[in-house]
């Protein structure tokens, strides 16, 4: 009879944490944006923590991806291209050091 409460005890607990075991976290997704003209290209609708912006510069100057909140700098070469990971949900607006005048602004979900 003990043994079988015990048993019982064993298979209550693997059923209780099996769940949280289960629980994957979703692969980060990369998205792109392109500055080129002296501005950025449209901006991804659906960013998460965690996930990537793969930043292309395609103009023939220097530029940044600047955080306000300084929560991530990138500083691209003409026909450079660089990554950076979103750390934080929330909305992060964004600039260029070298042309303040280029903005935007990421809206980023848990």
């Not at 080129?36 to 023939?60: E, H, T, Y």
Request: with cysteine; charged share 20%.
């Amino acid at each position: 009879m003990r043994r079988a409460v015990i048993a019982l005890q064993a298979v209550s607990f693997a059923l209780a944490i099996a769940p949280a075991a289960a629980v994957v976290a979703p692969k980060p997704t990369t998205h792109t944006i392109v500055i080129d003209k002296m501005k950025f290209g449209a901006v991804p609708a659906s960013v998460r923590v965690g996930d990537i912006i793969l930043w292309i510069n395609k103009d023939l100057f220097r530029h940044t991806a600047t955080a306000r909140d300084k929560s991530f700098h990138i500083d691209l070469q003409p026909k450079q291209s660089g990554r950076t990971r979103v750390t934080k949900a929330g909305a992060i607006p964004f600039y260029c050091v070298y042309h303040p005048g280029m903005k935007g602004q990421l809206n980023v979900a848990e």
